[in-house]
């Protein structure tokens, strides 16, 4: 059984949450990014609409070139924490839709639906109620792909915008996407198509056609990336936090110092819970338990436990925490902070256990 993975990317973003709320712009070029200044500015197009992208606007492209093409364009600044708070409306609605989702921009992430899904036809019709959600609940629209490996998903995602969903399945995706030009494999850009084009490279038909010792040969490290994704080879997991991250962990700050021991157990496992719905989702396992323990006055003490093997046990860090803070009980001080991290990662450890099961089941 393939995976099954959406790719789920917002439309032309920061143009559409601009038309959105200024409904006399909608169906005009919109461009977002510097001050055109009459064609003498400087600085470059964060994005555009597609009315836009009519004219030959696209991102990056300087502000100066896209006035003289488009001069009678809706030209705007960005509005940066206006997009960060309907990128957050947005991932949201998407975390709901999978047990596994990592976020990989301000307006896309990718969610793994193998554990949801028996088929791809399945996972279609859960893409189309994304799309409906989203546009009731942020009215912007968002295009999906669907595939079994992250890169041809978010090969997907591009191939119907806008407001599409695009299947790659396994037994016709070479026939998708062998069409494409070389640049829509992520990690192929304006400097890189070049090497492949001296060897007549253009499409990633021509990938798919060459033989993987021949393209190691000719394009080294970076070719044999192009080759894997081209043919359906790529088995990046979807994880939710970035590869340097080395712990996860949470605390609560206590409206007002306290000692009541069952109030303070409570906060501990709410965070507990917490934790664990990453450390899942990422599917890490860890040594290192850490309780974290502030008093009234601001004296913090940190103690830790660590396993002779990697866990991924809910109810096993909460005895150790428990353990950890016994040897505060005698204190006669009231606490004012309580957390918990957890370290020394081990990732995508082959069991998981029992109360892993039952806390996802709960
Ligand atoms: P993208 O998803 O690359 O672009 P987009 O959403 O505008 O258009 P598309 O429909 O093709 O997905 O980027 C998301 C946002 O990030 C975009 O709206 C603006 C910002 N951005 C920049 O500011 N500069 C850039 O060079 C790019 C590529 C994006
Ligand atoms: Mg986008």
Not at 151 to 160: E, P, V
Not at 192 to 213: A, C, F, H, Q, R
Not at 226 to 235: E, P
Not at 281 to 303: C, D, P, Q, S, V
Request: charged share 30%.
């Amino acid at each position: 059984m393939p995976r099954i993975i959406l790719h789920c990317d917002l439309d032309c973003f920061f143009a559409s949450v601009e038309m959105r709320d200024n409904p006399e712009y909608r169906g005009k070029p919109v461009i977002i990014g510097a001050d055109p200044k009459k064609g003498k500015g400087r600085g470059v197009i964060s994005t555009c609409s597609y009315e836009a992208r009519e004219f030959g606007l696209h991102s990056g492209m300087p502000i100066s070139q896209a006035y003289s093409n488009c001069p009678h364009g809706v030209y705007l600044r960005p509005n940066g924490q206006k997009y960060k708070k309907v990128s957050r409306e947005v991932m949201r609605i998407l975390k709901n839709y999978a047990n596994i989702y990592q976020k990989v921009g301000i307006d896309e992430a990718y969610l793994e639906l193998t554990d949801i899904c028996s088929n791809f036809k399945e996972s279609k019709k859960i893409a189309e109620k994304i799309q409906v959600e989203i546009y009731e609940k942020v009215r912007i629209t968002i295009s999906i792909g669907i595939s079994f490996t992250k890169s041809l998903a978010k090969i997907g995602s591009d191939l119907n915008k806008p407001n599409g969903i695009s299947v790659l399945e396994p037994k016709h995706f070479k026939e998708k996407i062998k069409n494409l030009h070389i640049t829509r494999i992520p990690g192929i850009g304006k400097k890189s198509k070049e090497y492949y084009y001296k060897e007549g490279i253009k499409t990633i038909g021509d990938i798919i056609k060459m033989p993987l010792p021949r393209f190691i040969e000719l394009f080294g490290k970076h070719g044999e990336w192009a080759w894997k994704v081209a043919n359906g080879l790529d088995n990046r997991k979807i994880k939710e936090f970035h590869e340097g991250r080395k712990s996860i962990s949470a605390e609560r700050t206590f409206l007002e110092d306290t000692d009541n021991f069952k109030y303070i157990l409570s906060k501990l496992e709410d965070i507990n819970h917490k934790i664990h719905k990453i450390i899942l989702k990422n599917n890490i396992a860890y040594k290192t338990i850490t309780l974290k323990i502030r008093f009234e006055g601001f004296e913090t003490h940190t103690r830790s436990k660590t396993l002779p093997f990697p866990i991924q046990d809910l109810k096993k860090v909460m005895n150790v925490i428990l353990k950890l803070y016994q040897e505060f009980l005698n204190k006669k001080k009231k606490i004012r902070l309580i957390g918990i991290k957890l370290s020394n990662f081990e990732k995508n450890p082959k069991v998981i256990q029992k109360e892993i099961l039952s806390f996802i089941a709960s």
